[in-house]
């Protein structure tokens, strides 16, 4: 099959991951395009037999230019199997409010786009001290003592689950 992985990325994280289900297709004998949506806007969608749309989460909302994407070939995506990957620090615990509150931010986010995804999964993401600025260092110091996580400050602290990635498309699409 051709496939499209469509991401948008602020940190670098969501890209990885982009990257990191490429591979998996590709060891599965599929053809794989990888795409940040900023750079989408030539492309034709008629050449896909499926999709995978990943965005971020920042402050509640997802990367405008991912809504943008799906907003714009919705009637399309709503024709093939897709996948949402929705990559946020709030999955990397367990807390029932912040499921829900992903749960909202996704339907909200497949809401306004009129996109409906095959399959929705939320996925661990990562603290990227060596990506963030003064304030966000200091926005991010504050999350994680809040939540009682040791990080490192000086680096990366990765969360995302590899493994249950690849389980999740080991029978997609
Ligand atoms: C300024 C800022 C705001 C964030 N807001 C949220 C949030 O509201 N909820 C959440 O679960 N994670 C939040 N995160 C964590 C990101 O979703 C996480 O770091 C993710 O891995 C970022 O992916 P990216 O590197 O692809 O942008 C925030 C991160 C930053 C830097």
Same mark, same amino acid.
């Given at each position: 099959?051709?496939?499209?992985?469509?991401?948008?990325?602020?940190?670098?994280?969501?890209?990885?991951? +982009?990257?990191?289900?490429?591979?998996?297709?590709?060891?599965? %004998? $599929?053809?794989?395009?990888?795409i940040?949506a900023?750079?989408a806007?030539?492309l034709?969608?008629?050449?896909?037999?499926?999709?995978?749309?990943?965005?971020?989460? $920042?402050?509640?909302?997802?990367?405008?230019?991912? %809504?943008?994407?799906?907003?714009? $070939?919705?009637?399309?995506?709503?024709?093939?199997?897709?996948?949402?990957?929705?990559?946020?620090?709030?999955? +990397? %615990?367990?807390?029932?409010?912040?499921?829900?509150?992903?749960?909202?931010?996704?339907?909200?986010?497949?809401?306004?786009?009129?996109?409906?995804?095959? +399959?929705? $999964?939320?996925?661990?993401?990562?603290?990227?001290?060596?990506?963030?600025?003064?304030?966000?260092?200091?926005?991010?110091?504050?999350? +994680?003592?809040?939540? %009682?996580?040791?990080?490192?400050?000086?680096?990366?602290?990765?969360?995302?689950?590899?493994?249950?990635?690849?389980?999740?498309?080991?029978?997609?699409?």
């Open positions: 099959m051709n496939i499209l992985i469509c991401y948008a990325s602020t940190e670098g994280q969501t890209r990885k991951i +982009a990257q990191f289900c490429a591979g998996q297709l590709i060891a599965k %004998g $599929h053809s794989v395009e990888v940040s900023g750079d806007d030539e034709d969608l008629g050449v896909f037999d499926a999709a995978i749309l990943a965005g971020s989460v $920042h402050l509640g909302r997802i990367q405008s230019e991912l %809504g943008d994407f799906a907003r714009t $070939h919705a009637a399309v995506l709503n024709g093939m199997a897709t996948l949402y990957l929705q990559v946020s620090l709030a999955r +990397a %615990g367990e807390e029932e409010t912040d499921m829900a509150e992903l749960a909202a931010i996704a339907s909200r986010f497949c809401a306004d786009s009129g996109w409906t995804p095959g +399959a929705i $999964h939320q996925i661990a993401g990562a603290f990227r001290f060596t990506q963030y600025d003064f304030f966000k260092a200091w926005a991010m110091r504050w999350i +994680a003592s809040r939540k %009682g996580q040791e990080i490192d400050l000086q680096g990366d602290t990765e969360y995302t689950d590899w493994a249950e990635l690849a389980q999740i498309l080991s029978d997609w699409p």
